[in-house]
C-alpha cells in the first residue's frame, strides 16, 4: 500500500512553521501492515500526497510541490524498478500541470489517469479530469468529466470501480 502523512517534523519558513506531507510504503503480512517506509524522494522541503499506484504495478503518481514543479502542485510519476528501488520523479508537463493545482491522481485498470485541477478549464473550483498516457511518457488532452460530477465546488479524489461500474468521489458542495 502506498499512503500520504504529515511529518512530525517543522520546516520554518518565514515566521511560520510547517509540516510536509511525505509518501510511504507498506506491506500487508500476516494480516498486519508492516515494513513501513518513507519513499526516497520525500522531502523536508516539499510536499509528495496522494499516491495511486498504476494498475500494472510498474508506477507511481503523485501530487507534488517539489522543484520542478509548474505550478502549486503538479502531478509526477515515478517508475518503480524490478528491484524495488525507484527511479526519479517525472513531472507529467504541461499538457495536464497548469501554474494552479493539480492533485488526486487515480489510474484505472485500463490505465486512464483521473485527477482533479483548478487550472484548467472546468466548472469552478478543482474538477475532476482523464487522460491517457502513451507508451513514450506523452498523455493525452485532459477531458473535463462534465457536470455529471462536476460543479462550480471542489470535486476532487475520483476512483473507479469497474466490478459495479461505478466512481466515487470528494466534494465540498452543499449536501
Known amino acids: 500500500m502506498y499512503f500520504n502523512r504529515?511529518?512530525?517534523?517543522?520546516?520554518?519558513?518565514?515566521?511560520?512553521?510547517?509540516?510536509?506531507?511525505?509518501?510511504?510504503?507498506?506491506?500487508?503480512?500476516?494480516?498486519?501492515?508492516?515494513?513501513?517506509?518513507?519513499?526516497?524522494?520525500?522531502?523536508?522541503?516539499?510536499?509528495?500526497?496522494?499516491?495511486?499506484?498504476?494498475?500494472?504495478?510498474?508506477?507511481?503518481?503523485?501530487?507534488?510541490?517539489?522543484?520542478?514543479?509548474?505550478?502549486?502542485?503538479?502531478?509526477?510519476?515515478?517508475?518503480?524498478?524490478?528491484?524495488?528501488?525507484?527511479?526519479?520523479?517525472?513531472?507529467?508537463?504541461?499538457?495536464?500541470?497548469?501554474?494552479?493545482?493539480?492533485?488526486f491522481p487515480f489510474v484505472s485498470k485500463e490505465g486512464e489517469l483521473y485527477f482533479a485541477s483548478d487550472g484548467l478549464k472546468g466548472l469552478g473550483g478543482l474538477d475532476i479530469f482523464m487522460t491517457i498516457p502513451a507508451d513514450d511518457g506523452t498523455f493525452s488532452d485532459p477531458v473535463n468529466l462534465g457536470e455529471s460530477i462536476n460543479s462550480g465546488m471542489d470535486d476532487m479524489a475520483f476512483a473507479v470501480d469497474p466490478d459495479k461500474d461505478m466512481g466515487y468521489f470528494s466534494s465540498n458542495r452543499e449536501g
Open 6 to 103: 504529515t511529518s512530525d517534523k517543522r520546516v520554518q519558513v518565514g515566521n511560520e512553521s510547517f509540516a510536509t506531507v511525505r509518501l510511504f510504503k507498506a506491506e500487508y503480512v500476516n494480516g498486519k501492515w508492516t515494513h513501513i517506509k518513507e519513499l526516497p524522494f520525500s522531502s523536508d522541503q516539499y510536499n509528495t500526497e496522494h499516491p495511486a499506484l498504476s494498475a500494472d504495478g510498474k508506477r507511481v503518481y503523485f501530487a507534488s510541490d517539489m522543484p520542478g514543479t509548474l505550478g502549486s502542485l503538479d502531478i509526477f510519476y515515478v517508475t518503480i524498478n524490478d528491484d524495488g528501488t525507484f527511479g526519479n520523479p517525472k513531472n507529467i508537463g504541461t499538457n495536464i500541470n497548469t501554474s494552479h493545482r493539480e492533485q
